[in-house]
C-alpha cells in the first residue's frame, strides 16, 4: 500500500528517515518541508568552514600543499563551502525520490484533517508525518540585543546562513570587525570563537555559569581548558558573569556589553551562542505530546502520543540507555533516531536500544569527550593523567557512568603490546590512530571508545583501570573493548558508529 509520507525539518534525522523509507518502501511518496534554502548540511564544521576563507588560513593551506604536494589538505585547515553537504546535495533527493521544498517552513500541524499548513498557505496532506525540525536559537532578552541582531551585528552560529553574515561582516573592509564577544561556551560558541580568531580577532568569551562547556566539565576539566582557551587560543574567558546588555556608539555602531560587575568589554561583532530552544511549538494545538520545558515525547519507536506522527532529531525527547525519556542534541542521536522512524513509518517495528549522551569538541587544537554524567551514582572516581591526558571516568561496580576526557594519547606512550596481536593487525590500528591525530582532531576517538564503554556497560579491570591512571585510557578502554570480542577488534569503527547500534531490521 503506498503512503504519502511527510517529514518536516530537513537535518540528519530526515536523511537517515528518507533512506529507511526507501529501503522497504520504494513506492510512496516522500515530500520534505525545509525552512531553510538548502539541500542537507552538517552543522558540525561550520567552524572550519567560517574560517577556511580568513586570510591566515587561506597562508596556512598554501603552506601544507607545498609541503606536501600528493596529499589531499587536512580538514583541520579549513572546509569548503560543498564539504558542509554531507549527503551530496540535491542529488540525494531525485535519487531517494523526495519531493524536497525549500524556503518552505511549516506554520502548523493539523492532526484531524492530517495536514501540515506551511507558511506560505500551502497545504500537505500526509498518512505518517515525522518532525524533524530540530532546534532555534534561543536570543537572551537582554536590552539591545535583538536591535544588534537587527542591525546584522549580533549573529547565531548555527546555520550555514549565519556562518555566512559573520563572514561577510568580517570580509566587510567598511566593517572591519576587531573585536568579538561571544555569549555562551558551549560547543557552539567555541566553535564560533575558533573562527573569529582565524580571522585574526580580539575575542572575549562571556559565561554566566562557573565552567566553560559546562554540560561537558567539571570544575578540574574547565580549569585545564579555560586556560587552554586564554593561552594557545588567545582569548579572553569569563566565566561566571552574564552579559547585560549591550550598548551602541550615537552612529548606530556597535560600542560594546556591559558583562555582569565587569562593566562594558568593547566589541564591533557579537556571537549570541547562549542556548537552543526545540521547536516544539510546531506541536501547539495538537493531540501531540510535548514535555514540559522539553521535546516532543517519543516511544522506543520514536512514535508520538498520535501514532501516525514520529518525532526525532534535536526536538525530540526519547529513551537514553539507562531508560531515562530526555533529550539529547547531538548528530548521532538525530541520526539513529531519524533511522529508526522511518523504518517504523513503512511498518517496521525497529526499537531505539536507548540515546546516549556523548560528545567531542576540538578546543584550540585540544580535544576534549565527555560522556554519560558525572551526577550519576557512581562509587568510585578514576582519574588518570600525564603530559598529554588527563581523564576521569565515573564508575559504579566497576562499569563506566561517566567520563571527561582531555588530550591526546602519544604513540611512544600507547602500551599496544598489551593487546598480543598479529603483527599486521598491529600496524593497521597504528596507522589508524596516525591518520586521526594528524587529520580529524587528535584524541577524539577517545570519546568513541567511551562511548562504547558506556553503551556496553563493559566492567573494566583493575589492569584496564591502571592503564587508565597512567593516562593511557586508550589502551586501557581498547584493553576493555577487547575484552568484549577479540576477533571484532579490527572493526572497531564500525562498531563504535551508529551501526553498531544494530537498528536495522534484520
Ligand atoms: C555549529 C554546530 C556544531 C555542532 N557540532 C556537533 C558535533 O560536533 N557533534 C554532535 O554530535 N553534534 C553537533 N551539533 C549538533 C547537531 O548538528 C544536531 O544534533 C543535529 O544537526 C540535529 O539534527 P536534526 O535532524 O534534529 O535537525 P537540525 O540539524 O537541527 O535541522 C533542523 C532542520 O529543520 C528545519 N526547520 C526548522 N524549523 C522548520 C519549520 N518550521 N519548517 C520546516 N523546516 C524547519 C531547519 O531549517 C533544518 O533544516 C552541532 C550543531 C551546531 C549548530
Given amino acids: ?103 518552505t517552513p511549516a506554520k502548523s500541524i493539523d492532526t484531524e484533517r492530517k495536514v501540515v499548513v506551511a507558511e506560505n498557505g500551502e497545504e500537505f496532506e500526509w498518512d505518517k508525518l515525522l518532525i524533524a525540525a530540530g532546534a532555534t536559537t534561543f536570543w537572551v532578552p537582554i536590552p539591545g540585543l535583538a536591535d544588534a541582531r537587527d542591525a546584522g551585528l549580533a549573529h547565531a552560529f548555527k546555520t550555514i546562513g549565519d556562518a555566512d553574515e559573520v563572514v561577510a561582516q568580517l570580509r566587510d573592509p567598511d566593517r572591519a570587525s576587531k573585536k568579538a564577544l561571544v555569549m555562551g561556551s558551549g560547543p557552539i560558541g567555541i566553535e564560533a570563537s575558533e573562527t573569529l580568531r582565524g580571522w585574526g580577532l580580539d575575542v572575549t568569551m562571556v559565561e554566566l555559569v562557573d565552567n566553560v562547556l559546562p554540560v561537558m566539565t567539571d570544575d578540574d576539566s574547565s580549569a585545564i581548558l579555560k586556560k587552554h582557551m586564554e593561552t594557545h587560543g588567545g582569548m579572553r574567558v569569563i566565566t561566571g558573569q552574564g552579559a547585560k546588555e ?47 520545558r522539553g521535546g516532543i515525547l517519543v516511544d522506543r519507536n520514536m512514535r508520538t502520543s498520535n501514532p501516525d506522527v514520529f518525532a526525532a532529531g534535536d526536538l525530540s525527547q526519547f529513551f537514553d540507555v539507562v531508560g531515562l525519556q530526555r533529550m539529547i542534541p547531538l548528530w548521532p542521536n538525530a541520526v539513529v533516531g531519524g533511522r529508526i522512524a522511518g523504518f517504523n513509518m513503512t511498518g517496521k517495528p525497529v526499537v531505539n536500544k536507548g540515546g546516549i549522551d556523548a560528545n567531542a569538541v576540538n578546543v584550540f587544537e585540544l580535544p576534549i569527550a565527555a560522556g554519560g554524567s558525572p551526577k550519576a551514582e557512581h562509587d568510585e572516581t578514576l582519574i588518570g593523567r600525564n603530559a598529554n591526558v588527563w581523564v576521569k571516568m565515573y564508575l559504579l561496580k566497576n562499569i ?107
Avoid at 561550520?46 to 593551506?61: D, I, K, T, V
Avoid at 609541503?67 to 531525485?94: A, C, I, S
Avoid at 606512550?413 to 590500528?429: C, F, H, R, T, V
Avoid at 564500525?494 to 534484520?506: D, S, T
Fill in 1 to 103: 500500500m503506498t503512503s504519502k509520507m511527510l517529514i518536516i525539518g530537513n537535518g540528519p534525522a530526515t536523511a537517515e528517515a528518507i533512506e529507511a523509507i526507501r529501503k522497504f518502501d520504494d513506492d510512496s511518496t516522500i515530500t520534505v518541508l525545509n525552512k531553510e534554502p538548502w539541500p542537507a548540511y552538517s552543522p558540525c564544521p561550520l567552524a572550519l568552514y567560517g574560517w577556511n576563507e580568513s586570510p591566515q588560513y587561506q597562508e596556512a593551506r598554501k603552506d601544507w600543499a607545498e609541503k606536501h604536494p600528493d596529499e589531499r589538505v587536512p580538514q583541520m585547515l579549513g572546509v569548503p563551502r560543498e564539504g558542509l553537504f554531507w549527503k551530496g546535495g540535491m542529488e540525494f533527493y531525485t535519487r531517494h525520490k523526495v519531493d524536497l521544498r525549500l524556503s
Fill in 246 to 292: 549591550v550598548v551602541f556608539n550615537d552612529d548606530g555602531s556597535l560600542k560594546g556589553v556591559v558583562v555582569g560587575d565587569l562593566g562594558l568589554i568593547e566589541c564591533d561583532l557579537i556571537i549570541n551562542s547562549a542556548g537552543q530552544r526545540p521547536n516544539t511549538w510546531l506541536c501547539d494545538g495538537t493531540d501531540i505530546e510535548v514535555a514540559e
Fill in 400 to 506: 563506566v557512568v561517566g567520563f571527561t576526557a582531555i588530550g591526546t594519547v602519544r604513540e611512544e606512550e600507547m602500551n599496544l603490546d598489551a593487546y598480543n596481536l598479529p603483527e599486521d593487525q598491529l600496524e593497521e590500528i597504528k596507522n589508524a590512530f596516525a591518520r586521526s591525530r594528524d587529520r580529524e582532531g587528535a584524541g577524539l576517538e577517545g570519546n568513541g571508545i567511551f562511548y562504547t564503554l558506556l553503551r556496553r556497560k563493559q566492567e573494566l579491570t583493575e589492569e584496564m583501570k591502571d592503564l587508565i591512571r597512567l593516562g593511557d585510557f586508550r589502551t586501557g578502554s581498547f584493553r576493555a573493548l577487547f575484552a568484549i570480542d577479540q576477533h571484532d577488534f579490527v572493526r572497531l569503527p564500525e562498531r563504535i558508529g551508529v551501526r553498531g547500534q544494530e537498528v536495522y531490521p534484520r
